[in-house]
């Protein structure tokens, strides 16, 4: 049975994943629980033979690292400092602990004798630079060229951060796979997204008004079974080696409005939206070309947004809001 390693496991991305490769896989999880969570799906996750949790910090607990296994087949490196707010409050230790987490994973992965691939989560934030100073083209391609925020903006030590992991994972001498994740949504990703934050808006509404930020930006959503099923594909692909992929839906973006009567319309209140200012430095747009990664995989995606939503809300009335 091939093993896995997936860094910040009990996270969002990290969890559904481990979900998908537990039937097939030996899965070892590494994560410190500063963000994820051990609740009852985490929890449940636990039961099967073979996942083994590893409860470790990956930039201090140095003798728990030499514990892992030497034989890994695939690493995923999901671990990272991440959340607007989070990264504003320490726009320092985003750019100190992002870097350290990704090298001691490279160091891991470097230590492996088996080791197939190692996939990098980079970040639809790292085309934020180019957006800002020259405008970008839409859908977005994986060779745009990638621009700076100044130094100074706190939000934008993030975007730098998975820049610079990129060109960490490029000079690392290791088979990798980098992937640019766009607006993944679905069960269990926390409260901090705009589809959670609408959810709960909606449901703890006391009047026929909705407030929406932002109203006229853009996004490309990806329900997270197909945004993963479709970074799963690509590594199977010889053609993926130390490469670089956007992944996010095939379908076209669109503007937070949009998706808030959808959001509407499906816990059946009766609201209207009341159109609130823009959030600061939040990007206007965000739709990635996938054209690349679908080239060498042919994924066909399951879930339309509709779909996605409806089982995005089941899970967050049944696990959050009856709370």
Known sequence: MKKILITGGAGFMGYHLT?????????????????????????????????????????KNHNKIQKLSKNYHYIFHFAAVVGVSNVINSPYGVLVKNFKLLQNAIDIAKKQKKLKRFIFSSSSEVYFGTLKNYGLTFPT??????????????RGTYMLSKIYGEALCEQANIPFTIVRPHNFYGPRMGASHVIPELFKKVYLSKNKKLDVFSPKHRRNFCYI??????ILSLISKKKSLNNTYNIGNKSKDITIE??????????????????????FNSPQRRWPDVSKALKITSY???????RGLLKTHEWYKSNIFKH
Do not use: C, M, P, W
Request: charged letters at 40%; zero cysteines.
């Open 19 to 59: 979900r998908k490769l537990i039937k097939k896989y030996q899965v070892d999880i590494a994560d410190n629980f500063s963000r994820g969570g051990k609740d009852k799906d985490f929890l449940n996750l636990l039961k099967y033979n073979n996942v083994k949790l590893f409860n470790l910090d990956l930039i």
């Open 141 to 154: 391609k994986e060779n745009t060229k990638l621009s700076i925020l100044s130094l100074s903006d706190k």
């Open 300 to 306: 066909k995606f399951k879930y339309d947004l509709k």
């Open 258 to 279: 949009k998706l808030s009567k959808i959001i509407i319309k499906i816990s059946k209140k009766d609201l209207k939206i009341k159109r609130k200012r823009d959030i």
């Open 225 to 230: 079974d197909d945004g993963l099923d479709l």
